[in-house]
């Protein structure tokens, strides 16, 4: 069982960046596949980022590649998403999720547990 906490959400203006957090519990966070999703309103979640547990290898959407990073700290049981150059389009909420499964996937239905979500707003 694995429980996802997100944080570091709010209000930014368009050209500005915010880091989300995300913390895990449980002791096997290193073995799961880890992911970031948004569901902005009236729209179906959509993938963002993602990153293997056995490679460390990173997969973005084409709409937030080269502006957002994701990334991991195992000891801390942590995984981030540094978002810049943030437009309008980037509101949402963003959810973190885990996969048991290596392999990476941009499939919100593989993932095995959610966070809550955290509220992303980008003004114009």
């Known amino acids: 069982q694995v429980q996802l906490v997100e944080s570091g959400g709010g209000l930014v203006q368009a050209g500005g960046s915010l880091r989300l957090s995300c913390a895990a519990s449980g002791r096997t966070f290193s073995r799961y596949t880890m992911g970031w999703f948004r569901q902005a309103p009236g729209k179906e979640r959509e993938f963002v980022a993602a990153?293997?547990?056995?490679?460390?290898?990173?997969y973005y959407a084409d709409s937030v590649k080269g502006r957002f990073t994701i990334s991991r700290d195992n000891a801390k049981n942590t995984v981030y998403l540094q978002m810049n150059r943030l437009t309008p389009e980037d509101t949402a909420v963003y959810y973190c999720?885990?996969?048991?499964?290596?392999?990476?996937?941009?499939?919100?239905?593989?993932?095995?547990?959610w966070g809550q979500g955290t509220q992303v707003t980008v003004s114009s």
């Open positions: 999720a885990a996969d048991s499964l290596s392999a990476v996937s941009t499939t919100a239905s593989q993932y095995d547990y």
């Open positions: 990153i293997s547990w056995s490679t460390g290898s990173t």
